[in-house]
């Protein structure tokens, strides 16, 4: 569970969107591996089976969340991080500017995109494993991907030029 939480949590938050559901999600996953502990995949396997897994319940957990919405939706800023030691705080802020508006952007994009993102630049997964994954050919992999990072290039792009350049480090 220790090596695999941080990844976990990750691919939650990725689909949930708040800290908390996120932190819910994940024991949810681990509570179900657990039960689950006689069908796990071989080792070299393990990874690619895991995140499936985990995306499965995500999705789940957000049909489940679609049929009954929560009463009230409370926003909350979930990329404040620790700043590397010896960053001044102009880095810091910098670094956060840029952690804030690619998050944003990333929310913005479609589901397709988004979960493109999430499995290749952000879990690692292999084009083959991802196209194992979704039932879909490698190309479309391929494809898919590349539109995704192009797309999000261009919601970062739109964002920076709206709310204008961020200051000088």
């Known amino acids: 569970m220790r090596q695999f939480q ?7 938050y990725h689909y949930a969107g708040n800290r908390e559901e996120a932190r819910d999600l994940a ?6 591996l657990y039960e689950t502990r006689g069908r796990w995949a071989e080792a070299d396997m393990f990874v690619p ?4 897994v985990s995306r499965n319940l995500c999705l789940d957990h957000l049909r489940r969340r679609k049929a009954r919405p929560p009463a009230e939706d409370i926003p909350v800023d979930e990329m404040h991080s620790l700043a590397a030691p010896g960053s001044t705080p102009e880095e810091e ?3 956060r500017l840029r952690k804030s508006v690619v998050h944003r952007a990333l929310q913005a994009l479609g589901r397709l995109s988004r979960e493109m993102i999430l499995l ?6 292999s ?3 991802i196209a194992s994954m979704l039932n879909i050919p490698v190309g479309t992999v391929k494809s898919r991907s590349n539109r995704a990072r192009i797309e999000l290039a261009q919601k970062v792009l739109a964002l920076q030029k709206r709310e204008g350049p961020e200051p000088a480090a």
């Open 93 to 95: 802020y910098v670094a």
């Open 6 to 12: 941080g990844r976990v949590y990750a691919i939650a």
């Open 49 to 52: 089976w895991l995140i499936r």
């Open 27 to 32: 024991q949810e996953i681990f509570v179900r």
């Open 127 to 129: 084009l083959e494993e």
């Open 120 to 125: 290749k630049e952000i879990q690692g997964l």
